[in-house]
């Protein structure tokens, strides 16, 4: 990025695992960045990181206009609050109950859907019609069903790529951890290899039953989208997920912001 650029929203993804921001320029996410999640920090400490990220982008904290948040760390949420308000001047949006979506959440408790699916689901929809399904490959694996309509039907849950791996590898005596790479067969020749074709295929492999059995579920046939840190290392091997798409969430807030702010 150029020195001068005008960014207008900063958005924030707070996950378990993961914190993933993005700084958006009219529709167009011009930068983005991730860090640890890491509920210890202060907002002073937050606060200093995104001015760092700013400076990165050649961005002046002077030129932003808005910002909005979603949070499955509810302890994290004010923190990161007083964190934009205080270094960067802005009063983000919070997307929870109350907030405006555009889509219909069908829900028996619509306040237990996290605010990541929502926006996954928002952004889903608009950028690629319905009936979608969005397969979020993060601490948790999420399954989000969206009707033809825009309704949001509900979807699964499912253990993360990496925490069913820290998993094994802290419960097991003699598995190692291992680098999350593509083996070049599924009968593995070494327990790192072996391990390797478990997770990889294996995750894929779960994919392709959960969304097989929503779709029946649903009806029609849904386009399928994948998003989150290691979706397209399972896409690669998945044969019902047809895009990935690494900034839904991102792109989702964009739009719930302009929902809701002013």
């Known amino acids: 990025m150029s020195e001068g650029v005008k960014v207008m929203l900063f958005a924030l993804d707070i996950g378990n695992t993961h914190i993933v921001g993005g700084l958006f320029e009219g529709k167009t996410l011009v930068h983005h960045f991730r860090v640890g999640t890491d509920r210890r920090k202060t907002e002073d400490e937050y606060g200093v990181l995104f001015l760092s990220m700013l400076q990165h982008a050649k961005v002046n904290s002077s030129s932003l206009r808005g910002g909005i948040i979603a949070s499955v760390v509810p302890p994290l949420t004010p923190t990161l609050e007083k964190a934009l308000r205080m270094y960067l001047g802005i009063s983000p949006v919070i997307l929870g109950p109350g907030t405006r979506t555009g889509i219909n959440i069908k829900y028996e408790n619509p306040k237990e859907v996290g605010p990541d699916r929502i926006a996954n689901a928002v952004a889903a929809y608009a950028k690629y ?31 993360g790529i990496l925490t069913a791996t820290d998993a094994l590898f802290e419960r097991t005596a003699r598995l190692p951890r291992i680098e999350l790479v593509k083996p070049s067969s599924a009968i593995g020749k070494t327990t790192v290899q072996s391990m390797q074709s478990g997770i990889i295929f294996g995750f894929a492999g779960q994919a392709d039953a959960m969304v097989e059995r929503i779709a029946r579920e649903m009806g029609g046939d849904p386009y399928v989208v994948a998003t989150g840190g290691l979706a397209q290392l399972v896409a690669s091997e998945s044969r019902t997920i047809k895009s990935v798409d690494p900034f839904l969430t991102l792109e989702g807030l964009y739009l719930i912001y302009h929902k809701n702010a002013g």
Do not use: M, N, Q, R
């Not at 019609?129 to 490959?137: A, L, R, S």
């Open 129 to 159: 019609g319905g009936p979608v399904i969005v397969v979020d490959f993060g601490t948790a694996t999420t399954f989000d069903a969206i009707s033809k309509e825009g309704d949001y039907l509900g979807g699964a849950i499912a253990p």
